[in-house]
């Protein structure tokens, strides 16, 4: 599309699913369409909540014109108070709510634009926009938001499920979906593969949802995932394109590549990047571990202990202030000379500083993909989800860290991970193989770049 009134007639509808960090890639990647197409009328729906923390943040102000933001239905009944059940309840509502949700939030968009819909574009997890999209005669577009490993998970639910039950997964491997999968293990799988028979039967909508993907996304005129082909085993890129018409593989969303050069140290609030121009070249560690969910009170008195112990390694721990409380007594003032604990921390930057060595993390997506870019070591304590999978990835598929011994955090397990990645052989080796992802990241974002080039197939089928 030349951008020169071909699209002019073009209305993309555009759902988000509202809830983790979801909403924020997918708006990233409209975004760029939306530049491509300038032309273009673009609807982007979600909740008042999520709409409000998108306009909030700073690249709000460099949102295109033709872009045009409406506010849906959380599903949550009025007055029902949720505070006490499990966080999955509201994804429950939500998806329990879709299809009626995005058809009044379509007529609301198509009688204020006077256009109709021409494409739709959804997160992969709003599967009623399909419907949608199969109803009005119009391409569908969905977004993964995180990592290929789990998407390719999600198309073999059933096989794995039935091999789990027959007790013939081979000591738990997964070598059998395909050789790409032949690091991982069952027990690197999201919870809501692996399923009981009782479990089955309380199924959530989320669960349902996620084991259908290998039946829905097929029917995408293209699938986007949030990652690097760069960075997937072969063998699971060549598999999940033999599944699909189109896997667009759109790069990190969240994050302009190359980085662009940091602003002044003195300009940052929380004096984590004056902090760090205090340290040593790869001596700090950097931890910060997921806004979701936090270790329990044991794990985080397990972390202070091993970095109060390491008095040669400087520390940054990104931690709220109302779980500095659990931290054993006098800790913060035992090691006020060489570790800094603020209440948030300027993730991409701080990264990107040379000082920083190694960095403890849960293995979200956003995490894990600004380590990658800035070529840092990792050492995972996954909770939940594909976090599990990611760990299996940073340790035995990119070999650029470890994840934590046991699976949690206790004093000797992390300082054994600690001096592995910052003082012997082995971490010499994991950080020129991290920089070597770092260099391919960069190469196929840039420009002439693959990436490029796929964002451009977008544009076609918009058009």
Known sequence: MDGTGSDRNRHVAVFAFPYGTHAAPLLNLVVKLARAAPHSTVSFFTTQQSKHSLLSSK?????????????VSDGIPAGLDLTHHHPSRRLDFFLEAGPQNLKQAVSMAVSETKMRVTCVISDAFVTSSLVLAQEYGVPWIALWTSYTCSLSAHFYTQLIREKHRLGSDENGSLAFINPGFSKFRTQDLPETIILTDGEKEEESAFSKMLASMGRVLPEAQAVVVNFYEELDPPEMVEDLRSKMKALVYAGFLNLSLPLPPPPPANTDETGSLLWLDQQSAKSLVYISLGTVVSPPPHELAAVAEALEELEDVPFLWSLKDHSKALLPKGFLERTSRKGKVVPWAPQTLVLAHESVGVFVTHGGCNSVSESLSSGVPMICRPYFGDQLMAARMVEDVWEVGVKIEGGLF???????????????KEGKVMRKKAEKLKNLVIEAAGQNGKTAKELKSLVEIIS
């Open 59 to 71: 690249f709000s102000n460099t949102i295109p014109q033709n872009i045009k933001f409406f506010s």
């Open 410 to 424: 206790t004093k000797n397990a992390l300082i054994r991970s600690l001096e592995v990645v910052l003082k012997q």
